[in-house]
């Protein structure tokens, strides 16, 4: 079965650290680029993150500083390191990978996987 699997959301402190993994399972990651998005109750999906295939990288303002993703296709894993959370990056956090070698800022765009979200929440 093709599809992507999140792991690593949880309840966190604010200002500890979480690891989201975006593992693909049926297919392999080289040639995709994956985008992490957000979604908080009643809020519109954000995007937060992305890294191409080539790996390069891109960071939304709100998350800049403090986030990192990263790729490992020998483990056909991406990662995102968060550091320094927030109460405000609570949301269900999802990957999206794209076949290609372009990170998308619009949201009209079609992802070929999703995942299938992972709870992130920021606490005391």
């Known amino acids: 079965q093709l599809q992507l699997v999140e792991s690593g959301g949880g309840l966190v402190q604010p200002g500890g650290s979480l690891r989201l993994s975006c593992a693909a399972s049926?297919?392999?990651?080289?040639?995709?680029?994956i985008k992490w998005f957000r979604q908080a109750p009643g809020k519109e999906r954000e995007g937060v993150s992305c890294?191409?295939?080539?790996?390069?990288?891109y960071y939304s303002d709100s998350v800049k500083g403090r986030f990192t993703i990263s790729r490992d296709n020998a483990k056909n894993t991406v990662y995102l390191q968060m550091n320094s959370l927030k109460p405000e990056d609570t949301a269900v956090y999802y990957c999206?990978?794209?076949?290609?070698?372009?990170?998308?800022?619009?949201?009209?765009?079609?992802?070929?996987?999703w995942g299938q979200g992972t709870q992130v929440t920021v606490s005391s």
């Open positions: 999206a990978a794209r076949s290609g070698s372009v990170c998308y800022r619009s949201k009209n765009v079609a992802y070929d996987y």
């Open positions: 049926g297919f392999t990651l080289d040639y995709y680029s």
């Open positions: 890294i191409t295939s080539d790996g390069a990288t």
